[in-house]
């Protein structure tokens, strides 16, 4: 009987390489879950930092404006709506300038301290701005330091557990398994504005406090128990390509449907020595990763997809409110529908794209669906509760689709790109680039929604209709 080279550790517990997979799909769930649930806060949190205060009874300051006593200064003045936005794009911006250096960093340092240690650091930032609450801190430049650190620190997040997932999973159900991984950022809103929603009326500080403790401790577990490549605990390594010709069955190899079985080590014979495949290549480069074919093209498609689902995803309760008349909690509840609908729109994408193998057709069609269903829900989607319900949910599905496909097995299929010649190195650098690209999108989004909406919502629509068609096109 061969001794086994891996230590009775971790692997004594979880002995088979699909308990391992489990355990990757479950701990990077968790940490994207994590880092959302930590962005949340400050959405959730604006309403507390400038109050009508008339309601509260009498100013118990006479040396205060009546009616934003109550408000945090320097939120307090007629210009808060400017000063929120600035809060945004420090965020947004700063994560899409550090995205294109995160993966860099990412394809040359171990991904298991990288991710955690990019946690703990979000963590941190997180909680700082809260504590900015208990040390009755009013500058606004302290809220816009630690939002900029936070933007930089969160970019380690994505081309981490994306290339964490793809070094465990072929190109096989690669589509659908992603698809439904990716249902943390919907899940980590949630979480977010719950949790954030607990402490806003009492002590907002404890709104971003407790999230930054909870991505910390995440970060700590998936420190000790996150395992990077399958060849660290001896397994079999997915194959993402066609390597060697398989007397038994050329098509299984060539569809990579083998990866998620462990009936190929015949022809991994070099699986013996399991630390050498992923320590030889090394670390493509950033021009390198940008001559892969495929990933310029996908980069811009995904800044105009992101444009779009950003937008909503800042102005679509202001958008029901105005237009819908409900109010803000009604109009909040309702435009959570928006983000099922990417759960539902994600999945059906990656097992659409599975099943024809076409990834680039299947964000086509749904982005070439998507224009006109926009136009439908800003025309027809506030004429009753149920069909507001149900475009929204159509909406959502058609324009987070085609963003979490590409955000996932698309970056995770040309980071394994066959012109790479077998070289996994640039898992984490390909998906820095494209989610980095689409995250200028994403900054983008909101601002020209802000510039526009005063011209009325039809114009806002009309820009995000003709995102999507660029987004098909290119």
């Known amino acids: 009987v061969e001794e086994s080279p891996v230590p009775q550790t971790l692997s004594s517990l979880l002995p088979s390489s699909p308990s391992y997979r489990g355990l990757t799909l479950v701990l990077t769930f968790l940490s994207y879950t994590s880092y959302h649930l930590s962005r949340k806060p400050i959405s959730i949190v604006k309403s507390q930092l400038h ?133 943390h950022t919907s899940v980590g809103n949630i979480l977010g504005s719950l949790i954030a929603g607990a402490w806003v009326s009492s002590a907002w500080g404890l709104s971003f406090v407790v999230p930054g403790i909870i991505i910390a401790v995440v970060g700590v577990i998936c420190f000790f128990f996150l395992v990077e490549y399958p060849e660290d605990v001896d397994c079999n390594p997915p194959l993402h390509h066609v390597m060697t010709i398989s007397e038994k069955d050329p098509e299984a190899v060539i569809s990579n449907e083998g990866p998620l079985s462990l009936s190929d080590q015949s022809s991994v014979d070099h699986s013996k020595s399991p630390k050498e495949p992923a320590e030889e290549p090394e670390a493509i480069s950033f021009f390198g990763a940008l001559r892969i074919p495929g990933v310029v093209e996908f980069s811009l498609c995904l800044l105009f997809a992101k444009l779009v689902s950003y937008t909503f995803l800042y102005w679509l309760p202001l958008y029901i409110v105005n237009v819908a008349h409900f109010g803000a909690k009604e109009a909040g509840d309702l435009s959570t529908l928006f983000d099922v609908g990417g759960i539902l729109g994600g999945i059906f994408a990656g097992l659409i794209s599975d099943y024809t193998g076409g990834r680039a057709t299947t964000c086509c069609v749904m982005l070439v669906v998507a224009a006109p269903m926009l136009f439908l829900y800003n025309h027809v989607g506030q004429n009753g509760i149920g069909v507001s319900i149900a475009m929204l949910i159509i909406c959502g599905a058609l324009v987070n689709g085609p963003y979490a496909l590409i955000t996932t097995a698309v970056s995770a299929d040309l980071g394994t790109h066959e012109s790479l010649k077998g070289n996994a190195k640039a898992l984490s650098t390909v998906t820095a680039i494209i989610d980095g690209t689409g995250s200028v999108g994403a900054a983008l989004g909101p601002l020209l929604a802000g510039l526009i909406s005063p011209t009325g919502w039809n114009n806002v629509f009309y820009m995000l209709i003709a995102a999507d068609v660029l987004a098909c096109l290119v």
């Open 51 to 183: 109050l009508n205060c008339s309601a509260l009874g009498p100013n118990p300051r006479n040396d205060s404006n009546s009616t934003t006593w109550c408000s945090w200064a320097p939120f307090d003045g007629d210009n808060y709506k400017e000063l929120f936005g600035a809060l945004d794009n420090a965020f947004l911006v700063a994560y899409a300038i550090g995205m294109f250096i995160s993966g860099i960093f990412g394809e040359r340092l171990p991904l298991r301290y990288y991710l955690s240690g990019g946690m703990v650091l979000s963590g941190l930032f997180t909680a700082l701005f809260g504590l900015g609450y208990f040390w009755d801190i009013h500058v606004l430049w302290y809220f816009i330091i630690v939002q900029v650190c936070n933007g930089l620190v969160q970019t380690t997040g994505w081309p981490a557990v994306v290339a964490c997932v793809g070094n465990w999973f072929g190109k096989g159900k690669r589509g659908l398994i992603m698809g439904i991984w990716n249902s």
